[in-house]
C-alpha cells in the first residue's frame, strides 16, 4: 500500500460547547443537515481513496461517530474506527494508532475540514518532490455577515484572522518557515541558514495550514518516537520538521549573513527578504541532486500545496466557524451540499417544528427542535431536540442539545446548555 489515509475527527471539542455533547460529537455536527465529517469522507471517496482510518478521542464519541459511518457508507467505504484517550492531541492521535501505519506515505485530514480540494493533488505534490512532508495552506477566511446580513454575504471588507506566518520559496512550492499559536503575538524571526540557503523567500501572513498533510511515514514515526512531549501536528511536528531541515547544511562557498524579519502589524501580509540576489533558488538547489554542485546539501524537504483561491477551504473549529460554513455551503459553497439559502438566510431541519409569529433569521435549527409561538431568533444555533416556549428572544446564542428555554426569557450572546452529568 502506497498512501494509508487518517482522518482525525476529534471528540467534543471545548471550543464547541454547548454545540457538541456526548451523543452528538463534534464529527457528527451538521453542517447543512449532514455531519461535517461527511465532507471529508465524500472528497476521498471522490479520489477513490476508500480504505482509511477515522481515529476519535474518547470511547463514546468514536461508538456515535462509528455507528453512523457503518449506516451511511456501507458498501461505499472500509472505515477503521480507532479510538484514543480523550484531549490526547493530534500528534497523540497518531502516537496511538502509529503500529497500524505500515505504507510508505499517509495522509492526514482533519476530519473537521470542508473543503473541495481534492487530496489527490496534495498526495501529488508529495510525491513529485519525494518530500518528508507537504502541507496542504488556503487562503484565510473571512468570518462573519456584512452588516446588511440578510443576505448572507460576508463583509469582504473585514480583515481575516491571522493563522499562520508562512514563508515559502520563490517557486512557492517548499516550505521554509512557519509560525503558529503563540508566536504570532511575537516578532518573526527567520533563521540564517534558512536565508543563506534560499536566497529569497516570500512570507505571507494571508494563508494558513489547512490540516490535510502527507507524511513519509517513518520519519513521522521517528519524530513521534523521538519527540514524545510533541502533542500537536501543527503547532509541534510541522514547525519541527521545517526547522530541522537544514540542520546539516554544509556551505561550500561563503555566504552573506543572513537577516531577521519582523512582523510591525501592517497591513502588508505578504513580503519578500532577500539574502543575496544571486543564489540559486530553493527548488535549483534541489534539483542538483547529491552529485551536483549546490552549495548545500539538506536532510529532507517540506513541501506545500497551495489551495487556489477559487477552491472551498475551511475548519469547523470553533462556533463562528461553525456559522459561517453552514452559511457558506447554502450560499457561495452550495456546490459542496446542494442547499440553496431560505428566505431569512436559515438551515431549518425538516423535523423542526417553528410556531406561529416567530421569526428566525441568519440561524441554524438542528432536528427535532421545537420552537414555541412568538419567538424571535437571531444568528443563533438551536441544536438538536432543544426546546423555545412562547416568546423567546434570542440573538447570538447557542442552545446545547435538549436544552429547554423557558417561556419569555431574552438572552443575547449566550450559550445555554444542560450539565454534563
Not at 494509508?4 to 471528540?11: I, K, P, T
Not at 449506516?71 to 479510538?83: G, I, P, S, W
Not at 518557515?177 to 534560499?198: F, N, P, Q, Y
Not at 546539501?297 to 475548519?315: D, G, L, P, Q, W
Amino acid at each position: 500500500m502506497d498512501f494509508q489515509v487518517v482522518v482525525l475527527a476529534g471528540g467534543t471539542s471545548k471550543k464547541l460547547v454547548p454545540l457538541v455533547s456526548k451523543e452528538v460529537p463534534k464529527a457528527l455536527l451538521p453542517v447543512a443537515n449532514r455531519p461535517v465529517l461527511s465532507y471529508v469522507l465524500e472528497q476521498l471517496e471522490l479520489s477513490n481513496i476508500k480504505d482509511l482510518i477515522v481515529v476519535v478521542e474518547g470511547a463514546d464519541a468514536a461508538l456515535c461517530v462509528g455507528g453512523w459511518i457503518s449506516a451511511a457508507y456501507v458498501d461505499r467505504l472500509h472505515v477503521e474506527v480507532a479510538t484514543v484517550p480523550e484531549d490526547v492531541g493530534t500528534a497523540g492521535a497518531l502516537r496511538a494508532i502509529a503500529h497500524h501505519l505500515t505504507a510508505k506515505d499517509v495522509l492526514v485530514v482533519s476530519g473537521d475540514l470542508v473543503s473541495d480540494v481534492p487530496p489527490g493533488a496534495v498526495t501529488a505534490a508529495h510525491r513529485r518532490h519525494d518530500a518528508v512532508v507537504t502541507a496542504m495552506i488556503c487562503s484565510v477566511p473571512v468570518s462573519g455577515l456584512s452588516e446588511a446580513g440578510s443576505s448572507g454575504a460576508k463583509d469582504k471588507t473585514k480583515k481575516p484572522g491571522r493563522y499562520n506566518i508562512i514563508g515559502m520559496d520563490p517557486t512557492k512550492q517548499f516550505l521554509l518557515h512557519i509560525a503558529t499559536g503563540a508566536e504570532l503575538e511575537k516578532d518573526t524571526r527567520i533563521r540564517k541558514s534558512i536565508l543563506r540557503a534560499v536566497g529569497q523567500m516570500d512570507i505571507r501572513a494571508d494563508l494558513m495550514d489547512a490540516h490535510m498533510y502527507a507524511f513519509n511515514r517513518s520519519v513521522l514515526q521517528e519524530v513521534l518516537d523521538q519527540k514524545d512531549k510533541f502533542q500537536s501536528l501543527k503547532q509541534d511536528v510541522l514547525p519541527y520538521l521545517v526547522r530541522s531541515q537544514l540542520k546539516s547544511e554544509i556551505l561550500i562557498n561563503g555566504a552573506p549573513q543572513g537577516q531577521q524579519a519582523k512582523e510591525n502589524g501592517n497591513d502588508k501580509v505578504s513580503y519578500r527578504i532577500l539574502a543575496n540576489a544571486s543564489t540559486p533558488s530553493f527548488h535549483e538547489l534541489y534539483a542538483l541532486g547529491p552529485n551536483g554542485s549546490a552549495p548545500v546539501r539538506r536532510t529532507h524537504k517540506c513541501c506545500v500545496y497551495i489551495a487556489s483561491n477559487s477552491k472551498y477551504c475551511v475548519r469547523l473549529n470553533s462556533i463562528q466557524a461553525f456559522m459561517d460554513i453552514n452559511r457558506d455551503v447554502i450560499g457561495e459553497a452550495n456546490h459542496l451540499s446542494g442547499y440553496n439559502f431560505s428566505a431569512q438566510n436559515n438551515i431549518i431541519h425538516p423535523s423542526a417544528e417553528l410556531g406561529s409569529k416567530t421569526t428566525v433569521v441568519n440561524s441554524v435549527v438542528m432536528n427535532h427542535v421545537t420552537i414555541g409561538d412568538g419567538c424571535s431568533i437571531q444568528g443563533s444555533v438551536i441544536c438538536s431536540n432543544a426546546q423555545l416556549q412562547e416568546r423567546v428572544a434570542l440573538k447570538d446564542c447557542q442552545v446545547g442539545l435538549g436544552y429547554v428555554v423557558s417561556a419569555g426569557c431574552e438572552y443575547k450572546g449566550e450559550s445555554l446548555a444542560r450539565k454534563e452529568k
